[in-house]
């Protein structure tokens, strides 16, 4: 089989030179390419087409592929270009969120230059029928804060009270929640002319309408809706001078005895506040 296939291999090979031999010797004597070579064109006529159309299309498919490469590059190039800008737009926001962070410590500080306090950043907020709280970033391991202290914002505005403390998270209750409770003013637009004390609550029936009430208003205090409420400071629970909000409308008891008011806090969206200041320590008048 092997000799068979030599054989061939060696007639095929003689037929080529032959056929290549006669087209060299007509074109050397007729000057043309002679009828075996016309006739050898013509058979390949077909073949030769079809490799060039091949190398045209192996083209198109190497200059595609590197158009895509190129393109996969640049696409590359600009996913990183985006990262930086992304990078630096979150850069920028905490430097801007820092920076106001520090002019309301600045601001607290002018104002309430008497008061031991913490500043903290609300993490959540939870409000149903039943309380209105939130979660500061501060507990009994990265803090001295304790149950029952004052919150605050930078404007001297009391917005609730440590009610639990965590290992790195507390929850606040704030004026509008049913278990909160405090001594205030009324009847005037500061503590210095105000009328007499009273107690303000967070209040069920209240609290849906984000307000809050005064309870136990005596005859003889005057006080009229736009009065501003501020905390007293009897007690030693809360500094005096924090105001609370105002009066909305001032109403009898229904039984009769007594006054009461609903108050709107003077931060009335308190779910936008992002940082607090918890009173750990101040000085009391009394």
Known sequence: MKALITRRSIIIASAAFLIALISIISINVFNSAGPVTGVANTITRPVRALASEV??????????????EELENRNEELLRTIARHEADARDAVALARENQELRELLYFRERHGGYEHEMATLLSWNSDNWSH???????YMNSEITRGMPVATEYGVLIGQVSSVGATQSIVITILDTT???AVFVGGESAEDS??????????TQMRS????I???????????GSTVVTSGLGGVFPPGLTIG??????PHASGIGRYATVRPMRENMETIQTVF?????????
């Open 133 to 139: 709280t939130f979660i500061i970033n501060r507990g």
């Open 278 to 286: 918890v009173i750990m320590d101040f000085e009391n008048p009394e």
């Open 55 to 68: 190398a045209r299309t192996f083209g198109n498919i190497f200059a595609a592929l590197y158009r895509y």
């Open 210 to 213: 984000g307000l809050l009430t």
């Open 246 to 251: 105002e009066v909305v409308a001032v109403n």
């Open 195 to 204: 009328d007499g004390t009273a107690t303000a609550r967070g209040d069920f």
């Open 180 to 182: 909160f409770s405090a």
């Open 215 to 225: 309870d136990h208003i005596d005859d003889d205090i005057v006080v009229n809706p």
